[in-house]
């Protein structure tokens, strides 16, 4: 039993771990990033729907940026080579 506490308290000391503090910080942070957090009222969100939330949000700007990705691929492909709209489009996605 005493190499279980020794074990633990190794663990918590170490400088990779996380504190509550971090992720009570982090939480909060990405409370007022994402646009579905910021509108709820109730400041009692747990952790794991802040988390939730957060990738639900970030999965659907994946999606997004491909679908703009495909759109512009696809006016480049019917665009002249050598027009000025051929070249923004060209710079877009270069980025």
Known sequence: ???????????SSGSSRISDDQISDLVTRLQHLIPELRRR???KVSASTVLQETCNYIR????????LSDRLS????????????AAIIRSLLNY
């Open 41 to 43: 009222r109730s400041d």
């Open 60 to 67: 659907n700007l994946h999606r997004e940026v491909d679908d």
């Open 1 to 11: 039993m005493s190499s279980r506490r020794s074990s633990r308290s190794r663990q």
């Open 74 to 85: 696809e006016l480049l492909a019917t665009t002249d080579d050598n027009s000025g709209e």
